[in-house]
């Protein structure tokens, strides 16, 4: 199901287990998301993400 297209997710502190499923469940079903988080793991949680097909406002550096 596409529940989320046009629609934008944050997800704050997106570098836990609990925390990465939580960001990409809304990016399975369409959503643009933000990752965001206080360490550099957020990057591969965004990676992972765009990897899958998700989407991203910004390029992952």
Same mark, same amino acid.
């Given at each position: 199901?596409?529940?989320?297209?046009?629609?934008?997710?944050?997800?704050?502190?997106?570098?836990?287990?609990?925390?990465? +499923?939580?960001? &990409?469940?809304? %990016?399975? #079903?369409? !959503?643009?998301?933000?990752? +965001?988080?206080? &360490?550099?793991? %957020?990057? #591969?949680? !965004?990676?992972?993400?765009? +990897?899958?097909?998700?989407?991203?406002?910004?390029?992952? !550096?």
């Amino acid at each position: 199901m596409r529940r989320f297209v046009e629609k934008l997710a944050v997800s704050t502190g997106g570098d836990g287990d609990i925390e990465s +499923t939580i960001s &990409n469940r809304p %990016a399975d #079903e369409g !959503a643009l998301v933000v990752v +965001t988080d206080a &360490n550099a793991a %957020a990057v #591969e949680v !965004a990676a992972t993400i765009e +990897t899958r097909g998700g989407r991203l406002p910004l390029p992952v !550096a």
